[in-house]
């Protein structure tokens, strides 16, 4: 059974604002309108729920563009399908290399509408699990000690333990104690568990044999 999605109609055609709501609506998903991009920005709240954004190029005030650059400092920004009309596809390739994750143009089908909402809708559930994911990884990581850390830098970089100890100057025995105990404190049963929980936080990779 297909998820109800929270889906933002952001469109300042006000017919065509209500027709994808109201198909939306029909397919059991939760549509809220929008004519323009500061209006869509101004909820804060709604957006940090939202599953996707069905977002015109052609705005009044802020463009498209500027609302997708927007969306995309938001650590919990839903993704966004661009809706294009005639001559907008230039502008609809920049907001795919701006991180728009699809788009449509108008006229659309409306079954080609709905396969839109639902996979930008999972590709927002991906994105927000590997953050929550990744959330908790780092704080885990942040629990090691210095030495720790440089050990699960090695195991990171398939090493073994004899490499480890060499490139640490310390004993075999030292660095099987290091690597037990970092185990222990990741929560990690195995040493692929443990590089697993490091992969989750990219962003403290470099930090690892710091």
């Known amino acids: 059974m297909t998820p109800v999605r929270s889906v933002a109609v952001v469109d300042d055609n006000e017919a065509l604002n209500q027709t994808m709501s109201a198909l939306i609506e029909h397919a059991g998903h939760r549509p809220r309108s929008f004519t ?24 009044p005030g802020m463009s498209g563009l500027d609302v997708l650059n927007l969306l995309q400092d938001r650590d919990e920004a839903p993704s966004v399908v661009v809706l294009t009309g005639a001559g907008d596809v230039p502008m609809a390739v920049e907001a795919m290399r701006l991180g728009a994750v699809d788009f449509i143009e108008k006229p659309y089908r409306p079954s080609a509408l709905l396969d839109a909402v639902e996979k930008a809708s999972q590709h927002t559930d991906r994105r ?83």
Do not use: W
């Open 36 to 59: 323009t991009g500061e209006a869509l920005l101004e909820e804060a709240g709604f957006l940090d729920a939202c599953d996707c954004v069905l977002l015109d190029v052609q705005l």
């Open 128 to 210: 927000r699990t590997a953050r929550s994911e990744g959330r908790e990884a780092a704080a885990r990581l942040r629990q090691l000690s210095h030495r720790q850390r440089q050990v699960l830098a090695g195991m990171v970089d398939g090493n073994t333990s004899k490499a480890i100890a060499g490139h640490l100057n310390l004993s075999v025995r030292t660095v099987e104690a290091y690597r037990a105990q970092l185990l222990a404190k990741l929560g990690a049963r195995t040493t692929t568990d443990a590089v697993r929980v490091a992969l989750a936080a990219p962003e403290l990779l470099d930090d690892l044999a710091a």
